[in-house]
Structures are given as structure tokens and as C-alpha cells.
């Protein structure tokens, strides 16, 4: 079975920086689109960023370019999405994310189409 490990989240002032790890277990670490996605109360869940595991390709939502950058350590298993000059408005839970099937596009638009997710951490930053 699948599972997928957040952490990191917590509280930061804007402009601060956090870093969130999301470790997979329960398969191999290859042939996966690995994805952030992140929802704020009352709004829908929202693509942040991707990864494939074979390759590196990375996607980021518009919002985040330039200020957040997804990596991966293969032989730990495990995804980071480093978040830097936050903002209020990057305040939500953060969730983790993995499909086998989406390794062509590794797309973010369609977030239910990821078959594996986390239990979420939370982020929120204090203007």
C-alpha cells in the first residue's frame, strides 16, 4: 500500500522561508508524477507544483514561479518543496501527491486525478 508522508509545515512571518519533505512508502521511487498541491479555507484544491521521478521535469503554478522550487532525493525516497519570500496568501494545507499514470504530462490541472495523497500539512503565514 501507498503512503505518502508530509512535514515541515508550521508558521512564518512574511517574506520567511519553509521547506516541506513528502517521503513515499510502499513502492519504488520511479515512474511517478510527484505533485504539491495546496487548499485554502473555502477554496478549492489548487496545483502548486510537479515533479517526475524519471527525469526531473518540474511544473510550477504561476503563482509560485520564482518563489517555490520542487526537488527530490531518489535514493531517500522523498520530495521537497522549498517555499521562499512567502505570502499571506500561500496560507493552506499543503497535500502530497503521487501518480503512476500521469508520467507524460505530469499535469497539475486535475487534481483528482492523482491516485495517491497525503494527510496534508499546514502553512500559514502571518503578515
Known amino acids: 500500500q501507498v503512503q505518502l508522508v508530509e512535514s515541515g509545515g508550521g508558521s512564518v512571518q512574511a517574506g520567511g522561508s519553509l521547506r516541506l519533505s513528502c517521503r513515499i512508502a510502499?513502492?519504488?521511487?520511479?515512474?511517478?508524477?510527484m505533485g504539491w498541491f495546496r487548499q485554502a479555507p473555502g477554496k478549492g484544491r489548487e496545483g502548486v507544483a510537479t515533479?517526475?521521478?524519471?527525469?526531473?521535469?518540474?511544473l510550477y503554478a504561476d503563482s509560485v514561479m520564482g518563489r517555490f522550487t520542487i526537488s527530490q532525493d531518489n535514493a531517500k525516497k522523498t520530495v521537497y518543496l522549498q517555499m521562499n519570500s512567502l505570502k499571506s496568501e500561500d496560507t493552506a494545507v499543503y497535500y502530497c501527491?503521487?501518480?503512476?499514470?500521469?508520467?507524460?504530462?505530469?499535469?497539475?490541472?486535475?487534481?483528482?486525478?492523482?491516485?495517491?495523497w497525503g494527510e496534508g500539512t499546514q502553512v500559514t503565514v502571518s503578515s
Open positions: 501527491a503521487a501518480d503512476q499514470y500521469l508520467t507524460r504530462s505530469c499535469s497539475m490541472e486535475v487534481p483528482g486525478l492523482f491516485d495517491h
Open positions: 510502499g513502492r519504488t521511487y520511479s515512474s511517478l508524477c
Open positions: 515533479i517526475l521521478t524519471d527525469g526531473g521535469t518540474t
